[in-house]
């Protein structure tokens, strides 16, 4: 089994920034594909970025330029570094684990005010 556990978020003002943080524990033996989804009120859960064990990242086009996902010093720690906010980006986030099947986060809410 494997556990995550997300941190960071909160509230912020359009055009600010804010970093989230996700941490897997259990039977995480290797470096694996993580990534980060988000879920607006009333919409499905979207992919936002992704990273591999070789560091090569993916982003949704909403996201490019503005979100950076990178690996932090712990094994299967990473984070979400969020800029140029905008209110189309809250969200509840969710972070993704991946080894022979996908494990979830309990999510951590954005809420970004105009």
């Known amino acids: 089994q494997v556990q995550l556990v997300e941190s ?3 509230w912020a003002a359009a ?9 897997a ?10 990534a980060w989804y988000r ?9 936002v ?7 090569l990242t993916t982003y949704a086009d909403f996201v490019k330029g503005r979100f950076t996902i990178f ?3 712990v094994r299967n720690t990473i ?5 140029s906010l905008k209110p189309e980006d809250t969200a509840v986030y969710y972070c993704k ?3 022979l099947k996908d494990y979830w986060g309990q999510g951590t809410q954005v809420t970004v005010s105009s």
């Open 15 to 23: 055009g600010g920034s804010t970093r989230l943080a996700c941490a």
């Open 71 to 73: 690996r932090g010093n």
């Open 8 to 10: 960071g978020g909160g």
């Open 79 to 83: 984070f979400l570094d969020m800029y």
């Open 49 to 55: 970025a992704s990273i591999t064990s070789a560091a």
């Open 97 to 99: 684990f991946t080894y």
């Open 25 to 34: 524990s259990g039977d995480t033996f290797n470096m694996n594909t993580m």
């Open 39 to 47: 879920q607006a009120p009333g919409n499905q859960r979207e992919f």
